[in-house]
Every structure is written in C-alpha cells, then in structure tokens.
C-alpha cells in the first residue's frame, strides 16, 4: 500500500497534479457508487487513506483543491446511506476534515471556486455525525463569513471591465452566498438553539456597520434568513429557556440598519426586526395574532417609508423611529429593556450617521416611557454613554452629541442620584462630552434642583469623614468626588441657564462653595489620563474659587464676580479671607439683598462642630459684614455681632481674633441694640484682654474696644471702670509697642465719660499711668507716641491746664522730652484756676513719682533717660516737696547717681546734667531739718 499511496507525496513529476486528481475523482464517483455495506466497511481506509492526506496537503494547486473537495462532498454524500440504514455510524476523522477545510476557507491564496466547494463539503459532512463542537462551529462560521464578505468587497472595489467576466464573477460570488445560506440553515437545524443564532448574529455583527453598503446588505441578508429559519422551526418544550436572551441586544443592531441609507439594506433590515419580535413572542407565551398586530405597524412602516414608488427611496428617519419606539414598546418585555438600551448605545459608533440619529432617537423614546424599570442600572448605562459619547466626538458623528447628552439627562429623570455619580467618577477636568451632558441636565429645572442637592450632599465629604485627605508623606490630597462636584456645579451654573434656580438656592451654595474653598487651602489633586499616562495636576483652592465666580455670575453680579481673582493665586487661608473681604464689600455696594442670605447660611458653620479652617473663613466673613455695617441693615448686623459674640470664646486663636475684630461694628447699631449687646461685647472684650495664647488675640481686643469704648453705654462703662484698668494696666509696661499704644489710646478714649462726679473717677485712675505716659510720650514707636500725646493732652484738658492742652496738640516729639517736661511742670506753676485744679495735677505728678522709679533699670535707654529727666523735674520743685520725703527723694537720687555708671553714655550725659538739681535739693532738705 505504501507504493501505491505514496502518490499523496508530492513529487517534481508533471503527471503528479493529473493522476492525484484522477484519483480522487475515482474515489468520489466509487462511493457515490457503492451501497452502504461496502461504505461502511471502507469508510476508515476511504477517509485516512485518500481523503485525509490530500486535504492537507493540497494548499497551492488549485486542481487538487478542487478535486479533493468534491471528492470530500461526494462521499459525504454517499456516507448518509451508512447513517440512514445504521444510525451508530460516526464519520472517521470528521473533526480533522472539517478542520482542514476551516483552513482553506481562512486562506487568502485560495480561489473562490475552491471556497464555494468547501463550502459545499462543510454543508456536507456537518450533516453526518459526530456533531460538531461549539468552538469548531464558531471558528466556521467566522471562516465562511470573511470568506464571502471579503470576497463580496473585493469584487465591489474591483469592477471587470470586461462584461463577461464581471458576470461570471457575480454568478460565482452568488453562488458561493447560497452555498453560505445553506450551511447556516443545516447549522441551525442540527443545533437549534439560542446559542446558534447567536453565534450567526456576533460572527455577522462587525460586518453589519462596515461603512461599504455591500458589507451591510449582505449582513442583514444573511441574518434574516437564520432568524427566518429559527422563527419557523423553533420549538418549546419543558425545560427551555423562557426568554430568547439574544434577541434585545440583535434589535439594536437591527434599528441601525432600519435607519439605513441604502433602501435595501432597511427593507430586510425591517424584516429582521419582524422575525426577532415573532421569535421573542413564542418564548413569551403570546398569542400570534397578538405580535402580527405589532409586526402589521413595520409592514405598513415598510411600505410607507422604503417604497421606492412612493417616496423614491428617501429615508423618513423621524417616521422610522417613531413607528419603532410605538412597537418596541409594545412588545419588549421588562427583562429585555435595560439589554435593548445597552444594544441601542453601542449603536451610536455606526459607521452611517443616519443610523446613529435612529437609534438615539428609539433610545430616547423607550428611555422616557420605560426608564424607571432600570433603576438600579442606569448608572452603569450612563457611563457607557459617555464613553461612547468620547470616541464620537472624533468622527462625523459628532453633531449629534447633544442629543446622546439629552438621553443621558432623561436617564437622570428617572435614577438622578445615579446618573450624577456615574458622571463625577469621569476624569478631571472634565471633557467635552461630560460638560454637554452637564449643560442638557441644565435645560430641566426640576432635573438641576435635584442635582444641585446631590452635588451638595456628596461635595461635603464624598463618601467619606472629609472632602481632603492627609497622605503619608503629610500632603493635603483633594478627594476626587468632592471636587468633581465642584467642577459640576461650576459647570452647571456657566451654562447661565440656572439664574432663577440659583438664586433659590444662593445661600446654600454659597455657604458650601466658601467652606470647599476652605477645605481644599493647601490641597493638591493628580489625576492620570487613561488614554495618555499623563499625570494632570489640578488646584482645588482655585476651582473652588471658579465656582464661587460663577455662582455670582450666575446671578448676573459680574462686578462681584470680577473681585475674585484666580490668577497667581496660592490656597491660603490668609487669601481666601482677602478675597473674601473684597466679595463682601462688593455685595454691600451691589447686590446688597444677597447679604442676608450670605450670613444665614454661615451663622450655623461659626459657632458649630466645623473644622477649624471652616469656621476661621466664615468668622471672617461675618466680620466684615460687621464692619460693612451690615449693609445697612440694623437687624442683620445685631445678629451677626451676637454670633461673634459667641465665637470670642472659639478654641481656635485666629477665629477669636477675627470675632473681635467684627465687633467693632457695635458703633454701628441702634441706641437699643448696644443697651442690648453692650454687657457681653464688653465680657468679651475682657476675655479677648485675658487671652494669653495669643498675642493677637489680645493686641485685637484691646484695639476694638478702644474704638468702641465711646459707643457704650455709661452706666456699663462705669460700673466696669475698675476692671478694665486691671486687666489692662499690665500692657502697658510690660507688652509690645502695638499693645501699648491700645492701651494708652483705651485711657485717653474714656475721657468721654468724664463729666459729673465721673471726672474724678476718671482722673484718679489716670494719675495710676500718667507716668509711665509721659515717659512713653517721645517713643520711636509712632503710634505709641502719638497716642501718649494725644492722651496726655485730653488729661490736660480735664485736669484744668488747656494751655499745656494746647502745647501738647503742636508738640513734636523732635523737640526731645526735656522740653516737654519743662513747659509741663512751668505751665503747671503758672496753669492758674484755682487750689483744686493745681493740686490735682500735682498729685497726678507726685504720685507718678514712685510709679516711674522702677523705669531706672529699664532695658530702653530712652525710658532710663526719660526717667531721669521726669522725676528730676518733679522732686526738684521746692514748693511741691515736703518735709517726710527723704526716702522716695533719696530713691530718686540713688537711681540717678548709679545711672552715672550706665552703658549707655546719653543716659550718663543726663545723670551727670541733673544729679548737681538733685544735691542741691538735698542740701536744703537737710538744713530745713
């Protein structure tokens, strides 16, 4: 035997390629010939040993292909005899043929002849068990679809010129489709099951939206054909599935290709959808008149729309999808629907436009009437339309972009919440597509209420404790929900569509707008780009800002808009309070009716459990209301001051001084309103003076309530007289400079109180600091200096003594404080106006005497000079001295005499000067005794 079937061997002989071919044909014609006994018992030795070998080694000669496939066809044939007289017969090596003629469908070198007659073995030998296996009809059907429509475009692209041979091509690619056809057909009888047709419809799929209308045609050709021979063939029984699963997901191909431009392509597209909608009413148990009556309205559709004799072809796109929302709607089940929208939206990457405007179309007329029953699914769905919505943005298609937007706002009506979180988990910043779908949500105003509070609601923290989150290294990291939502609302409020909506809800958002900002001081953002790997870096602080302009411009306040600046911006809680402070000043002179809704909506987040950097940034801006007198309107400031009032006792040092920084606004209030607050504002006062924490603190109460002293009411200032000089008296020695200039501008501001039996009250407690303010009078510190001499010349008005007033109100401290002292202790020999008045100013002097004795070990040489020249001047007065005064005028002595030996040679220069006043006077003190 091996000398005769060595021939299968190819050899360098030129009868090789005719004595293999005849050959084969023998084999063909003797099987075709022989009964079924001799089949059988030849059958291992027909296929192994003739068949078997010539199949597989036949690549490259197209006579052999040809006479090994019909050969393969032939027998086949003839092996149904066996099959039918005896049904145990199982074909030898039936995988391993079909598999090698697989192989010579996928091979491109092969002519179309060759393909049609495997085609027609295939036909053959999968009619003969063993069944094939699911893979192998899969790796079939694939092979036999690239072989037709490939062969179908080739020749499209490539007409004949010659007639005959274009003619004798279309008869063999006709051919080669109704051996196609038939092959299909005995796949579905063999297997007729879901699985079947839904192999046919995925391996037909990719061709379906092929831009070439041949591709499309033939496609839908095929298709309907398997759908024609399932719907009649189809049977039920217990057991089988009660649902034709594929049947959704083919009806969006489908109305794709029902909006076709090519005529042909819709009409058996059409007919399609027509055996789907019969197919899926036997699974579901309907009566047939019932789904004709549906399949009535795509006849008359049909005849209506894609007859050439009455609208010459032209496609009528909107009567289309009407007619096809009306049937679907109809006649798909509630299981299928969420299965027919997923079909429909990966419809929209078609190649042909008008079928991508048909099936938004159909999509949005069953997303609107049966919506709700995919609640739970619509996040999933909306994110598929966005991304499908990303790629149709390069392409012509891209028009239509607003109405896949407007489908994905009609989700929103019926799953709000699920659509806004899908699109806030796209990537920042946001893309074209996601800003048109934000921009349609913005055309439903009952829609944008909703999403507002959701973007409010999860803007707050995201899912989490906070909208930022500390990463290891200690950076500030913005969630990207929380700022997603910002980017929303920015988005939503630019579109200018929202004015009435906005203003609704202004107090809300601009509350949670300035705590955002808040939040994300000192905060980063990275995002990486998926398509990229770019990493993209994002300012928080800055996009809160944005959306707080736009909330403004929103509402048509562009002048209040321009006060926020973005640009060359850092996230800092210093200049959010400066913008702020700018955004305050401008709605008091613009858009003063906003005002109240502003501090409503922060009152709650200054004197709760907010974060600290929360409550700092809306102590602030109720302070400058405050000082913006609260617009003028007398009830909103005594509620904002009543807040502030509270927040004095925050635990946060920079939000107690921003407090008593807005109470200077009490000058503002009504008569009856400071009777009111008067009480508190001055206990806070004292707590703000007490503050030892905070320098600042401290420094702010004491300059507020030097301003606002004068606005209180006497009784209360009176009654609290003692108490404020206790708490305040230790700044004035022993602080900065800014300290002591509040506290001597506190002592000159209430002589507004001296009048009545309250001007000895007065004057008594200033004698306890008229020292230390005179020695302070010539200080480098200028408002120190001012603020002695200012206080200074008022003591001078009250103690009787107007022309030192009038020397003090022209007195420079340049002329150095000898000069002072000596007009000062002159004018008060000469000052006139009776005993009580002298006297009182000399035992304001004389008691300053021991309070400035400490001065001589200053560490400011100027206050140890000072202090020379000040108690020298008054202890020199012989008249003004008494006999008992050996001890504090030996003090005086003693302190000047060792400040001969001081560091400092101006301090010695001035010892030296006045020591010879000092023991003279104790010259005469000593003879008197």
Same mark, same amino acid.
């Given at each position: 035997?091996?000398?005769?079937?060595?021939?299968?061997?190819?050899?360098?002989?030129?009868?090789?390629?005719?004595?293999?071919?005849?050959?084969?044909?023998?084999?063909?014609?003797?099987?075709?010939?022989?009964?079924?006994?001799?089949?059988?018992?030849?059958?291992?030795?027909?296929?192994?040993?003739?068949?078997?070998?010539?199949?597989?080694?036949?690549?490259?000669?197209?006579?052999?292909?040809?006479?090994?496939?019909?050969?393969?066809?032939?027998?086949?044939?003839?092996?149904?005899?066996?099959?039918?007289?005896?049904?145990?017969?199982?074909?030898?090596?039936?995988?391993?043929?079909?598999?090698?003629?697989?192989?010579?469908?996928?091979?491109?070198?092969?002519?179309?002849?060759?393909?049609?007659?495997?085609?027609?073995?295939?036909?053959?030998?999968?009619?003969?068990?063993?069944?094939?296996?699911?893979?192998?009809?899969?790796?079939?059907?694939?092979?036999?679809?690239?072989?037709?429509?490939?062969?179908?475009?080739?020749?499209?692209?490539?007409?004949?010129?010659?007639?005959?041979?274009?003619?004798?091509?279309?008869?063999?690619?006709?051919?080669?489709?109704?051996?196609?056809?038939?092959?299909?057909?005995?796949?579905?009888?063999?297997?007729?099951?879901?699985?079947?047709?839904?192999?046919?419809?995925?391996?037909?799929?990719?061709?379906?939206?092929?831009?070439?209308?041949?591709?499309?045609?033939?496609?839908?050709?095929?298709?309907?054909?398997?759908?024609?021979?399932?719907?009649?063939?189809?049977?039920?029984?217990?057991?089988?599935?009660?649902?034709?699963?594929?049947?959704?997901?083919?009806?969006?191909?489908?109305?794709?290709?029902?909006?076709?431009?090519?005529?042909?392509?819709?009409?058996?597209?059409?007919?399609?959808?027509?055996?789907?909608?019969?197919?899926?009413?036997?699974?579901?148990?309907?009566?047939?008149?019932?789904?004709?009556?549906?399949?009535?309205?795509?006849?008359?559709?049909?005849?209506?729309?894609?007859?050439?004799?009455?609208?010459?072809?032209?496609?009528?796109?909107?009567?289309?999808?009407?007619?096809?929302?009306?049937?679907?709607?109809?006649?798909?089940?509630?299981?299928?629907?969420?299965?027919?929208?997923?079909?429909?939206?990966?419809?929209?990457?078609?190649?042909?436009?008008?079928?991508?405007?048909?099936?938004?179309?159909?999509?949005?007329?069953?997303?609107?009437?049966?919506?709700?029953?995919?609640?739970?699914?619509?996040?999933?769905?909306?994110?598929?339309?966005?991304?499908?919505?990303?790629?149709?943005?390069?392409?012509?298609?891209?028009?239509?972009?607003?109405?896949?937007?407007?489908?994905?706002?009609?989700?929103?009506?019926?799953?709000?919440?699920?659509?806004?979180?899908?699109?806030?988990?796209?990537?920042?910043?946001?893309?074209?597509?996601?800003?048109?779908?934000?921009?349609?949500?913005?055309?439903?105003?009952?829609?944008?209420?909703?999403?507002?509070?959701?973007?409010?609601?999860?803007?707050?923290?995201?899912?989490?404790?906070?909208?930022?989150?500390?990463?290891?290294?200690?950076?500030?990291?913005?969630?990207?929900?929380?700022?997603?939502?910002?980017?929303?609302?920015?988005?939503?409020?630019?579109?200018?569509?929202?004015?009435?909506?906005?203003?609704?809800?202004?107090?809300?958002?601009?509350?949670?707008?300035?705590?955002?900002?808040?939040?994300?001081?000192?905060?980063?953002?990275?995002?990486?780009?998926?398509?990229?790997?770019?990493?993209?870096?994002?300012?928080?602080?800055?996009?809160?800002?944005?959306?707080?302009?736009?909330?403004?411009?929103?509402?048509?306040?562009?002048?209040?808009?321009?006060?926020?600046?973005?640009?060359?911006?850092?996230?800092?809680?210093?200049?959010?309070?400066?913008?702020?402070?700018?955004?305050?000043?401008?709605?008091?002179?613009?858009?003063?009716?906003?005002?109240?809704?502003?501090?409503?909506?922060? +009152?709650? #987040?200054?004197?709760?459990?907010?974060?600290? !950097?929360?409550?700092?940034?809306? &102590?602030?801006? =109720? $302070?400058?209301? %405050?000082?913006?007198?609260?617009?003028?309107?007398?009830?909103?400031?005594?509620?904002?001051?009543?807040?502030?009032?509270?927040?004095?006792?925050?635990?946060?040092?920079?939000?107690?001084? +921003?407090? #008593?920084?807005?109470?200077?606004?009490?000058? !503002?209030?009504?008569?009856?309103? &400071?009777?009111? =607050? $008067?009480?508190? %504002?001055?206990?806070?006062?004292?707590?703000?003076?007490?503050?030892?924490?905070?320098?600042?603190?401290?420094?702010?109460?004491?300059?507020?309530?030097?301003?606002?002293?004068?606005?209180?009411?006497?009784?209360?200032?009176?009654?609290?007289?003692?108490?404020?000089?206790?708490?305040?008296?230790?700044? =004035?020695?022993?602080?900065?400079?800014?300290?002591?200039?509040?506290?001597?501008?506190?002592?000159?501001?209430?002589?507004?109180?001296?009048?009545?039996?309250?001007?000895?009250?007065?004057?008594?407690?200033?004698?306890?600091?008229?020292?230390?303010?005179?020695?302070?009078?010539?200080?480098?510190?200028?408002?120190?200096?001012?603020?002695?001499?200012?206080?200074?010349?008022?003591?001078?008005?009250?103690?009787?003594?107007?022309?030192?007033?009038?020397?003090?109100?022209?007195?420079?401290?340049?002329?150095?404080?000898?000069?002072?002292?000596?007009?000062?202790?002159?004018?008060?020999?000469?000052?006139?106006?009776?005993?009580?008045?002298?006297?009182?100013?000399?035992?304001?002097?004389?008691?300053?005497?021991?309070?400035?004795?400490?001065?001589?070990?200053?560490?400011?040489?100027?206050?140890?000079?000072?202090?020379?020249?000040?108690?020298?001047?008054?202890?020199?007065?012989?008249?003004?001295?008494?006999?008992?005064?050996?001890?504090?005028?030996?003090?005086?002595?003693?302190?000047?005499?060792?400040?001969?030996?001081?560091?400092?040679?101006?301090?010695?220069?001035?010892?030296?000067?006045?020591?010879?006043?000092?023991?003279?006077?104790?010259?005469?003190?000593?003879?008197?005794?």
């Amino acid at each position: 035997s091996s000398s005769f079937f060595g021939i299968f061997q190819r050899s360098a002989d030129e009868g090789y390629e005719k004595k293999l071919t005849t050959i084969l044909y023998c084999v063909g014609q003797a099987a075709q010939n022989a009964d079924a006994i001799q089949l059988e018992k030849y059958a291992d030795k027909i296929v192994g040993e003739f068949l078997g070998p010539s199949i597989a080694s036949c690549q490259g000669c197209e006579k052999i292909e040809a006479a090994v496939l019909t050969a393969i066809s032939q027998v086949a044939v003839s092996f149904e005899k066996v099959h039918k007289e005896k049904t145990t017969f199982v074909m030898p090596q039936h995988d391993g043929l079909v598999n090698a003629i697989i192989t010579v469908l996928q091979d491109n070198q092969v002519s179309l002849s060759s393909k049609q007659l495997a085609l027609i073995a295939l036909t053959n030998l999968i009619q003969l068990p063993p069944a094939i296996s699911q893979s192998t009809r899969c790796c079939m059907l694939k092979a036999s679809f690239n072989t037709l429509f490939n062969s179908f475009l080739e020749a499209d692209s490539c007409k004949h010129e010659d007639y005959t041979s274009a003619r004798e091509l279309d008869q063999k690619l006709t051919s080669i489709g109704d051996s196609l056809h038939i092959l299909i057909k005995e796949l579905l009888r063999q297997d007729m099951e879901q699985s079947t047709i839904d192999e046919i419809f995925t391996m037909l799929e990719t061709w379906l939206r092929l831009d070439q209308s041949l591709s499309r045609e033939l496609s839908v050709t095929i298709l309907r054909g398997a759908l024609e021979v399932y719907s009649k063939n189809v049977k039920l029984g217990v057991g089988s599935p009660s649902n034709f699963t594929p049947g959704p997901y083919m009806i969006g191909a489908i109305v794709a290709r029902c909006h076709d431009p090519a005529l042909t392509v819709r009409k058996t597209a059409l007919g399609c959808l027509q055996f789907v909608l019969r197919i899926l009413g036997i699974y579901n148990g309907l009566a047939p008149e019932t789904v004709e009556n549906s399949i009535e309205q795509l006849n008359a559709l049909n005849e209506r729309c894609n007859n050439i004799n009455i609208n010459h072809g032209k496609l009528d796109g909107p009567a289309i999808s009407e007619t096809l929302v009306s049937v679907l709607n109809e006649r798909i089940q509630h299981h299928h629907v969420l299965t027919l929208l997923d079909s429909l939206g990966d419809a929209l990457l078609d190649s042909q436009a008008s079928s991508v405007a048909g099936c938004i179309a159909v999509f949005e007329g069953i997303a609107n009437a049966r919506g709700s029953e995919i609640f739970q699914n619509i996040p999933g769905l909306a994110s598929k339309l966005h991304f499908k919505m990303t790629v149709m943005a390069g392409d012509e298609t891209s028009d239509y972009l607003p109405r896949v937007a407007a489908n994905i706002k009609h989700l929103g009506v019926h799953n709000c919440r699920g659509v806004v979180t899908s699109l806030l988990r796209t990537e920042l910043p946001f893309d074209r597509a996601c800003k048109l779908i934000w921009g349609q949500i913005a055309e439903d105003m009952k829609l944008s209420q909703d999403v507002f509070d959701i973007l409010l609601e999860l803007g707050a923290g995201g899912g989490s404790d906070q909208p930022v989150r500390m990463l290891p290294s200690g950076q500030m990291m913005a969630e990207h929900i929380s700022l997603a939502s910002i980017c929303a609302l920015t988005t939503l409020m630019d579109t200018h569509k929202l004015e009435s909506l906005c203003r609704q809800e202004f107090g809300r958002l601009f509350s949670h707008l300035v705590t955002m900002a808040a939040h994300f001081v000192n905060a980063k953002f990275e995002n990486r780009r998926s398509e990229t790997g770019s990493v993209i870096t994002l300012s928080p602080f800055i996009v809160g800002l944005e959306a707080l302009r736009s909330l403004f411009s929103a509402i048509n306040c562009v002048v209040v808009a321009h006060e926020i600046k973005t640009e060359h911006t850092l996230g800092t809680i210093f200049n959010l309070r400066q913008i702020m402070t700018r955004v305050v000043k401008s709605v008091v002179l613009h858009a003063g009716h906003l005002l109240q809704m502003c501090v409503s909506s922060l +009152l709650p #987040l200054s004197n709760g459990n907010t974060p600290d !950097h929360v409550r700092e940034i809306s &102590i602030s801006i =109720l $302070a400058d209301v %405050a000082k913006e007198k609260g617009g003028g309107d007398r009830v909103l400031l005594t509620s904002v001051l009543t807040s502030l009032l509270r927040a004095v006792s925050d635990p946060l040092p920079k939000a107690r001084e +921003l407090a #008593l920084e807005g109470l200077i606004g009490l000058q !503002h209030c009504t008569m009856s309103d &400071i009777d009111t =607050l $008067a009480e508190n %504002a001055l206990n806070a006062f004292i707590v703000g003076i007490e503050d030892e924490k905070s320098a600042d603190v401290s420094l702010t109460a004491l300059r507020v309530l030097s301003q606002v002293i004068v606005f209180l009411p006497r009784t209360v200032v009176e009654n609290s007289l003692d108490l404020i000089s206790f708490k305040v008296r230790p700044y =004035l020695e022993m602080s900065s400079n800014d300290h002591r200039a509040a506290v001597v501008r506190l002592y000159g501001r209430l002589s507004k109180f001296a009048e009545d039996g309250f001007k000895t009250q007065y004057l008594d407690l200033c004698q306890t600091v008229i020292g230390p303010i005179l020695l302070y009078s010539n200080c480098a510190h200028n408002p120190t200096s001012n603020a002695c001499l200012e206080t200074l010349e008022t003591i001078a008005n009250l103690a009787g003594h107007p022309i030192l007033a009038d020397y003090l109100a022209k007195y420079k401290i340049s002329k150095g404080f000898e000069q002072l002292m000596e007009k000062a202790v002159v004018l008060q020999e000469e000052g006139g106006g009776g005993d009580y008045v002298a006297n009182t100013f000399l035992n304001m002097l004389e008691t300053s005497v021991g309070q400035c004795l400490g001065y001589f070990r200053s560490t400011n040489p100027s206050l140890r000079k000072n202090a020379v020249i000040f108690l020298s001047k008054v202890v020199c007065q012989e008249k003004e001295l008494q006999v008992g005064d050996e001890e504090l005028f030996s003090s005086v002595l003693g302190g000047t005499i060792d400040l001969l030996k001081d560091p400092d040679i101006e301090v010695r220069k001035t010892a030296a000067l006045y020591i010879g006043d000092l023991v003279t006077l104790q010259a005469k003190l000593q003879a008197n005794i």
